[in-house]
């Protein structure tokens, strides 16, 4: 099995993917990055971010404050109006269509209605990623196994998705998305749909993704998740990112303490 697995990682990480010149670079840096659909009411105004490998990153903000707009913009569904966002030092905006592909290879995507295929089995739907890759079909079926195990669905490939519940359709989501070894997994309201108990499992499920070292960007409006623990936070609000390091706990209580010092 020992074998098979380096096999797998040795055959899914060759091709074309970022240069080893990226190594040292930030995963994601926003500059000066500006994105409307309207000219008197942009999405993302002058907007300045760094994100390092291995960070978890919330985003959140009002509904319609541009938290999927800045998804989009990453995996290229949509591109910036002005300024840059680069990815281990690429412009994104500046990929040819036929280099689009590669730079979702090393993109995991996550959405709130899950995006399954109902009527094929939690297997195909996992598998889709390896197909597009070329992966031999044998270490697909060893791969497949290892991340449905890792997202609490081990035994169930050969059920429909259609008669998942909410919860396990969104690990198959989860699955689906990291089983080709992302560099960075990108979640759109994964938890919208579910239960707060089902949340904060999904919740945990990313965690223990981003502490095996992917970097993982979580867009969500449920502050009931922010205060999970303290995390890296990014808030949209009128086209402005705020950075918040350490949580909003933090934030908050910073912002009383200066209020005391103040009186």
Known sequence: MAGS?????????????????????PIL??????????????????????VERGEFVFITGPSGAGKSTLLRLLYRAETVDDGR?????????????SSIPFLRRNMGVVFQDFRLVPNWRVFDNVAIPLEILGLPARLARTRVGEVLERVGLSGRGGDLA???????????AIARAIVAEPAILLADEPTGNLDPQLAIDILGLFEEINEDGTTVLFATHDRTLLDVRPR??????????????????????TRRAQERLAV
């Open 85 to 97: 966002i680069l990815f281990l030092g690429r412009d994104i905006a500046r990929l040819t269509e």
């Open 162 to 172: 259609q008669v998942l519940s909410g919860g396990e359709q969104q690990r198959v």
């Open 29 to 50: 840096t926003f500059e000066e990055v500006y994105k409307s659909y309207r000219s008197d009411q942009p999405v993302l105004r002058g907007m300045n971010l760094v």
């Open 5 to 25: 697995a380096s096999t797998f990682r040795a055959r899914l990480r060759a091709g074309a993917r970022f240069d080893a010149s990226a190594a040292g670079r």
């Open 232 to 253: 890296r936070i990014v808030v949209l609000d009128e086209g402005k990112a705020t950075d918040v390091p350490n949580g909003l706990g933090f934030a908050n209580q």
